[in-house]
């Protein structure tokens, strides 16, 4: 029987046989051989030595035709296919797995499941799956009905400074820029100054539009404490204006078009102005915008104005705040931020003992304290204030006890809470790397002993000897 007509032969198999015959009619060293087959001298021979004793015909694959050693048995994964065919028949292949063995006692791996969906029709796999139609709506009819918002993270400046983010707001209906603003980054705050800006210029509008991410939306959905809301969908809602998540990125393709529209023509723009800071950007805003919406905007489809003014009741100072609440203690104080702060004590401070009240941190850095939405004075006590070397008296021991206090606040972890959010001009809170220091319970005297060592050359006051 002719190699050819065996039928049991692969491409590769008869490639090894031509390698092996040159081997033997002395056209090709073992060694050449083994490195083109791509296995060990040793291995060479092995195959060598069953070419001689059997012939061509017996050096194809020996486990072609055999049952695995991990093929499962036919009734069980009969029977599995069964139980999915009859209850779990649109669930996805990771659920019906855990259901055959949480309620069957079927022990099968995901993707054994997965193949046996597939294989049964029960289950397309992702690239086999017909592309999303994502079919395009009508424009809502009414200027200041639907903003769409969004921030957009590129080099604005190309070489000539740093990154930054612009944040865009743009009309539903006439797919006018209405407000652009430059920061240094995505943050609460950083929204909050934005939508002031647009609400003092325009009025409220009735739907701000946005993505997910986690200024508009709580992310965790194993969260069990907080309100459930955002602090910026908190002050919407102060505000009598409805925020609205898209649940893709082609919801909001107005502002999606417009940052390809910037990335392109507003980063030539600020070339040509040469401008490359945040605050100049900023003030050429208004201009380019003029010059954008003259180009791009379109007609609304009626009229009306659905912008409406502040009503009387509204506080923009009070809304676009970041609320924590904290629970005050039987000695009239709260922590904050690294931060203690002793409330004044008086008849209607006294009411919050172990009660929680609202710690408001404003966009400036100031914060205050409210009861039900009274102020609450107070003053506060920094625990994280260093030793002013200014302070140290010109008593020898003294000033060396205060060099060994300054020794262990090197140790401290000097940084602000990072879950609370920096405002103003602050550097951000993100944290990228574990801090080395510590926390100011975690200093131990081990850390007294250590700084008092490092002192103890210049320390004779204390130890008496050097």
């Known amino acids: 029987m002719a190699i050819s007509d065996a039928g049991m032969f692969t491409v590769k198999e008869i490639n090894r046989l031509k390698i092996l015959q040159d081997v033997i009619d002395r056209n090709l060293r073992p060694g050449k051989a083994a490195e083109m087959l791509g296995i060990t001298p040793r291995h060479c021979s092995r195959l060598l030595k069953r070419y001689r004793q059997s012939g061509p015909l017996d050096m194809n694959n020996q486990s072609r035709g055999r049952t695995g050693n991990r093929l499962l048995p036919h009734s069980l994964t009969d029977q599995a296919l ?7 028949r649109d669930f996805g292949p990771t659920l019906a797995r855990e259901k055959l063995e949480e309620v069957h006692g079927l022990v099968l791996g995901k993707e054994t499941i997965r193949r046996l969906m597939i294989k049964a029709g029960l289950w397309i796999p992702r690239r086999q799956r017909a592309p999303k139609i994502h079919q395009p709506r009508y424009r809502r009819p009414c200027t200041g009905e639907l903003i769409q918002i969004d921030g957009c993270d590129h080099h604005w400046f190309e070489n000539r400074g740093q990154p930054c983010t612009a944040l865009v707001y743009v009309d539903d209906a006439t797919s006018r820029l209405m407000h652009l603003l430059f920061v240094k980054s995505e943050s609460t705050f950083t929204y909050f100054e934005a939508t002031r800006g647009y609400i003092e210029k325009y009025g409220k509008p009735m739907i701000l539009y946005s993505d997910k991410a986690s200024v508009f939306r709580v992310n965790n959905k194993h969260a069990t404490t907080g309100p459930g809301e955002t602090q910026f969908a908190r002050a919407m809602r102060g505000l009598n204006i409805t925020p609205l998540c898209a649940e893709t990125s082609q919801a ?3 502002v999606e078009r417009a940052h390809l529209t910037l990335q392109d023509r507003l980063v030539k723009e600020l070339r040509l102005k040469g401008i490359s800071t945040i605050e100049a950007a900023n003030a050429f805003a208004e201009e380019y915008m003029a010059d954008y919406n003259r180009r791009f905007a379109k007609e609304p489809l009626h009229d009306f104005n659905a912008h409406r003014p502040l009503a009387l009741d509204d506080d923009l100072n009070a809304e676009f705040t970041w609320r924590e609440p904290r629970r ?24 919050a003992i172990g009660k929680y009240i609202d710690v408001w941190h404003y966009p400036d850095g100031h914060k205050e304290l409210r009861l039900h939405g009274v102020l609450l004075p107070y003053s506060t006590y920094d625990r994280l204030s260093e030793v002013d070397p200014v302070a140290i008296v010109e008593n020898k021991r003294l000033g060396h006890v205060l060099d060994v206090a300054r020794q262990v606040q090197r140790k401290r972890d000097n940084n602000r809470s990072q879950s ?4 103003g001009d602050e550097p951000s809170r993100r944290r990228h790397a574990p801090s080395i ?10 850390d007294l002993l250590e700084a008092m060592i490092k002192l103890q050359g210049s320390s004779e006051a204390i130890f008496g000897k050097r």
């Not at 220091?437 to 081990?446: C, F, I």
């Open 82 to 88: 069964g139980i999915i065919r009859e209850r779990y």
């Open 252 to 254: 909001k393709g107005r």
């Open 328 to 351: 005050v203690s039987k000695s009239l104080t709260v922590q904050y931020d690294k931060m203690l702060y002793l409330i004044e004590d008086t008849e209607y401070s006294r009411r």
């Open 420 to 423: 609370l959010p920096s405002s």
């Open 437 to 446: 220091n510590k926390s100011q319970r975690s200093l131990n005297e081990e």
